[in-house]
């Protein structure tokens, strides 16, 4: 009998498996923007095309400060 105690767990604690599994599951909610965002830039690469919801940055020069606010004005729309 003094065996079978010893293998169980004490009252208020958590058993490891159950450690392991919160474990898994927290570094998976944590690892997902990384992931996502990784797979996308993979997918990107590979197929040469552009996945929506991700940005893009492009800088122009402009001769003057007006074309670049007509230019910026018409991207908003884009």
């Keep these: 009998m ?3 105690g010893s293998r169980c767990p004490l009252p208020g604690y958590l058993r490891p498996s159950v450690l ?3 474990l898994i599951l927290t570094a998976s ?19 040469g095309s552009y ?3 991700t ?3 492009v800088f122009v020069n402009c001769p003057n400060e007006q074309i670049a606010r007509d230019i910026a004005r018409y991207g908003e729309g884009a």
């Design 2 to 4: 003094d065996r079978l």
């Design 55 to 57: 940005y893009s940055i």
């Design 29 to 47: 909610f944590v690892s997902y923007p990384m992931l996502r965002t990784l797979s996308l830039w993979l997918h990107s690469a590979v197929t």
């Design 51 to 53: 996945v929506s919801g």
């Design 20 to 22: 392991i599994c919160l």
